[in-house]
């Protein structure tokens, strides 16, 4: 009786870790400049164990860590290319050149937040820094 409630316990311990490792990457997250200043048309790619997650719900935010609470970029809806199925695509609108964190928040089919680093310079190149500070 004892070992049997030890196992079930224990059943329930890996079920329950194995259901808090979802481990959502961002993946090849990228922007390229538009013709209007500051806008710029973005992508990433949702990996989890390096398999493209699907029908996700993203939202996708910015801020400046050089000037907090100056200008956070209100989230935009990210959509899932017709073409790339675990790729998704935003545009991105900011309020001046320069470091930016780019932060991710996916709502589905998992819960996290995850952030990337980017220098939009002044001449329209973008920068993206291996992670953000995450
Ligand atoms: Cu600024």
Redo the contacts with the bound molecule.
Sequence with gaps: MRANVTQLSLIALLASASAGQANPEISNPSCVATEVKLVYNCQFDLLEDSHPVTDAEIAVGAS?P??PM??NVKPVTSFESTEMPGQYLYDLEL??A?EWLVIFDISQPMRDRLQKKFMFNADGSVEQFDRGDE
Excluded: K, L, T
């Design positions: 400046m050089s000037m100056a200008h309020a001046m320069g």
